[in-house]
Every structure is written in structure tokens, then in C-alpha cells.
T-cell receptor, first 115, second 110 residues
Framework: QKEVEQNSGPLSVPEGAIASLNCTYS??????FFWYRQYSGKSPELIMS????GDKEDGRFTAQLNKASQYVSLLIRDSQPSDSATYLC???????????????FGQGTILTVHP | NAGVTQTPKFQVLKTGQSMTLQCAQD?????MYWYRQDPGMGLRLIYY???????DKGEVPNGYNVSRLNKREFSLRLESAAPSQTSVYFC?????????FGPGTRLTVT
């Protein structure tokens, strides 16, 4: 079982719709969760971080965390063609200690927003 | 602030040649990382440095060496390049957990 799993997609949504991206993780001790956006040919860009159960909103983005289900999601409201990219879920597998800031990344979900 | 910078942006090597990829950050982060990204393989950690003076192997360290020169700089060296090392290399830094990436180096080994 992969440590961090994402549906590779591609996920295709129409402009203006809500895009829902999902991620599951295997390490129950994980404490920190991140979403990165990566445009083709570019580096990953941090767009959301979440540390507590529940929802965290930032503009059109909402991250949702459910530690009991080992599940984290990213909702993108009012999707735009400029949101078309690969979205990477990343998990810090420990509260600290020797793992420091090491992250385990999922393979990424390709999102396409069509006009 | 420049964030995380990497040089060079592109490089072509012949098999057996050596080179050093440079990375620097100006965010006063303690931890730095080197990843490679290949199609279908995602981001894989090569080496990381939790703090100045320490380095540790990641998931795919074979064929690479690193040096944490000071708090700002973390270099990755390929001693004898192989075609399997053709990839895009990213450097990142963090403190404590949020990682920020450099623009990447696209390396081709022929």
C-alpha cells in the first residue's frame, strides 16, 4: 500500500464548477498535510496547509481533513482554466522528532478545467 | 526575497561526467531537500539536511552526494552520471514543515 494515495485522474471539470481532489494516507501518526499545485514544466507551489480536523478555507480553495478516516481533500470553487495543473498531496508522517520537515508526496492528480 | 534558487536550469551531460547542482535559500530555513521527479514516479527524495552540519539519505540516494555548505546552501553532486539520472531535480527548504521549492534543474545524461 502506498503511503499517500491520490487518484491520478485526469479529472475534468467545466469552468465555474467545483473540483474535488482526494488523498488518503496510511500513517495514523501524521500531523501535517499540504496541497501543492504544479503547472507543466514548473516546480510545485504550496497552496494549502492543514493541521487540524475540519475545514480550512483560503479564497476559492478549501482543504478538508479527517484524521479518523485518514483522508484529506481539496475543493476548488468556481474553477478556472488557470487552475488546470497537477495537484500533489503531501503528508508529514510524524509530529516531529527525527522526521523534521520530511514530506511524503502522492503521485498527483491532473486537473483540467475546460471553458 | 528570491526564495529558493537553483543553478543551472538546464544541463546535458555525457555518461561518466560529473557535475554539481547548486541550491540556495534566503528564508533562513533550517532544513533543505533534494528531489528528483520522473514521469509516473512522482517526487522522490534523494537527500535531505535537517539542519546545518547534518545530511541524511532519502529514498533514492545511490549515485549522489550532497554538501550542506552553510545554512543557505545545499549542493547535490553526481560523481559519474548515468542515463538513469536523467530527470528534473528540485531543491526545497522548510522550517518547520512547509516546504518551498526552487525552479528546478532539467538534466539529461546521454
Amino acid at each position: 500500500q502506498k503511503e499517500v494515495e491520490q487518484n491520478s485522474g485526469p479529472l475534468s471539470v467545466p469552468e465555474g464548477a467545483i473540483a474535488s481532489l482526494n488523498c488518503t494516507y496510511s500513517d495514523r501518526g501524521s500531523q501535517s498535510f499540504f496541497w501543492y499545485r504544479q503547472y507543466s514544466g514548473k516546480s510545485p507551489e504550496l497552496i494549502m496547509s492543514i493541521y487540524s480536523n475540519g475545514d480550512k478555507e483560503d479564497g476559492r480553495f478549501t482543504a478538508q481533513l479527517n484524521k479518523a478516516s485518514q483522508y484529506v481533500s481539496l475543493l476548488i470553487r468556481d474553477s478556472q482554466p488557470s487552475d488546470s495543473a497537477t495537484y500533489l498531496c503531501a503528508v508529514n508522517p510524524s509530529a516531529g522528532g527525527t522526521s523534521y520537515g520530511k514530506l511524503t508526496f502522492g503521485q498527483g492528480t491532473i486537473l483540467t478545467v475546460h471553458p | 526575497n528570491a526564495g529558493v534558487t537553483q543553478t543551472p536550469k538546464f544541463q546535458v551531460l555525457k555518461t561518466g561526467q560529473s557535475m554539481t547542482l547548486q541550491c540556495a535559500q534566503d528564508m533562513n530555513h533550517n532544513s533543505m531537500y533534494w528531489y528528483r521527479q520522473d514521469p509516473g514516479m512522482g517526487l522522490r527524495l534523494i537527500y535531505y539536511s535537517a539542519s546545518e552540519g547534518t545530511t541524511d539519505k532519502g529514498e533514492v540516494p545511490n549515485g549522489y552526494n550532497v554538501s550542506r555548505l552553510n545554512k543557505r546552501e545545499f549542493s547535490l553532486r553526481l560523481e559519474s552520471a548515468a542515463p538513469s539520472q536523467t530527470s528534473v531535480y528540485f531543491c526545497a527548504s522548510s522550517w518547520p514543515y512547509e516546504q518551498y521549492f526552487g525552479p528546478g534543474t532539467r538534466l539529461t545524461v546521454t
